[in-house]
């Protein structure tokens, strides 16, 4: 590809929206990991104790954000100061729990579609972590660890507060706490925040922001989706 074709590319990237399209997938990740966490007792669950259900998911989607304000000791409320977002993911909970005959959920797991949400869920993954390594750098400009630390919670929150939300649904598992045996999310977001804390305040990179940010995306796109897909493979040997 021409240099400058990829650079316009990595401008268009870097300077993407995320909302609505990118906090869909977001949202939709989000819940079939509950469901499926909740694996054969997920119908029955939803329906005896809906509340729960979506306290926890709606914990699972805005973990990053909880969690970051409670480290930086800002207002939690103020992740909910507009209505857009929690009615966004409201709606996708529902969707994915309560559609007839479950078409929805059928739908996002189907394995193309279930590539296209793990592809944007990958883009917000990265502008989030990028944020979170931004916010904290205002608060804390000489907070290295800080930055780091709140670009990990941004960016992968959910597995973090994984026990809490087992918790919210009447389950108690300390052995998945995440920092006892961190998953690859949470190591590429490590790595991911390592990466903008040293181009943002160290002469380390000299690349174009826009490029680093780019080559992060398709850094977490390309693990997700080979993840993905070698899961599929996996199971389509099974089934053989």
Known sequence: MDP???????????????????????????CLYVREDLAAGAHPFSRKHPFACWISTMMSIFAGGILACL???????????????IVLATVVWYLIFYS????????????PVKLVMATLKEVIRCKKVHDGVAHAAKIYPNGYVVMVAVGVIKGNGAAITKVF?????GIWTPSSIEVMQPSFPTKACAIAALIFVLEKK??????PHSLVYF??????????????????????????
């Open 4 to 30: 400058e074709a990829f650079l316009d590319l990595a401008n268009v990237v870097t300077k993407l929206k995320m909302y609505p399209y990118f906090e869909i997938a977001h949202c939709v990740v989000a």
């Open 71 to 85: 480290l930086l000791g800002e207002p939690v409320l103020s992740l909910f100061k507009t209505h857009d977002q």
């Open 100 to 111: 007839p005959f479950d078409v929805i959920y059928k739908v996002c797991k189907f394995l």
């Open 165 to 169: 939300e087992r918790l919210l649904r």
């Open 202 to 207: 160290t002469d380390l990179i000299s690349a």
């Open 215 to 240: 080559g992060i995306v398709i850094f977490f796109v390309y693990f997700k989706l080979s993840a993905i897909l070698q899961i599929g493979r996996a199971s389509c040997r099974e089934r053989v």
